[in-house]
């Protein structure tokens, strides 16, 4: 495998547009475009997130440290593994057939971005909005600091304007 010598822009007359190469991605690998240069990863945080993704899905709370750290933070707080857990647990109760699918993943050696997205049906109010059993569709941004192997800070915006247009 061969990374291209100098900075990889458009400058360089390299194309990198969506059309022509979204993304790179070899086993093993992850790449990213970091300060015009494309940088290899030896190590990616990509099979772990993918491990927390089906442990969300098939609720599977008893796995949950597995991912994620005891002293997690939350947007700024730390709630720790036993207030994570809560949360995901009352997004469940909220949102009963709540499935998370990836839309866009982006991951290093200690971080994580990704898009979510949600096609769900709450029973009642979902983020102070008054949903009542319809069908919505939205999105999340979420950056993830991955620290010894687990999830140690979490940085989330959802798209509540795209349901409150639904609504």
């Not at 400058?11 to 690998?29: Q, T």
């Not at 990863?41 to 997130?49: A, H, R, S, V, W």
């Not at 949360?87 to 979510?116: G, K, Q, Y």
Request: proline share 6%; aromatic share 10%.
């Amino acid at each position: 495998m061969t990374v291209p010598p100098g900075p990889l822009t458009p400058a360089s007359g390299a194309d990198l547009s969506p059309r022509s190469a979204p993304f790179l991605f070899w086993v093993g690998f992850s790449y990213h475009v970091a300060r015009g240069t494309v940088a290899a990863m030896t190590k990616t945080t990509e099979p772990m997130y993918h491990g927390y993704i089906d442990c969300l899905n098939a609720r599977d709370w008893a796995r949950l440290g597995d991912f994620v750290h005891e002293d997690v933070q939350y947007n700024g707080t730390r709630i720790g593994l036993d207030g994570y857990r809560a949360m995901l647990e009352r997004d469940v109760a909220a949102i009963p057939d709540l499935r998370f699918v990836i839309a866009l993943l982006v991951c290093d050696a200690s971080t994580v971005a990704a898009r979510l997205e949600f096609d769900v049906t709450p029973v009642g109010m979902l983020f102070d909005l008054p949903v009542n059993g319809r069908r919505v569709q939205f999105s999340e941004n979420v950056f993830y600091e991955v620290e010894g192997g687990t999830i140690r800070r979490v940085w989330s915006l959802i798209d509540t304007a795209a349901i409150a247009a639904q609504i």
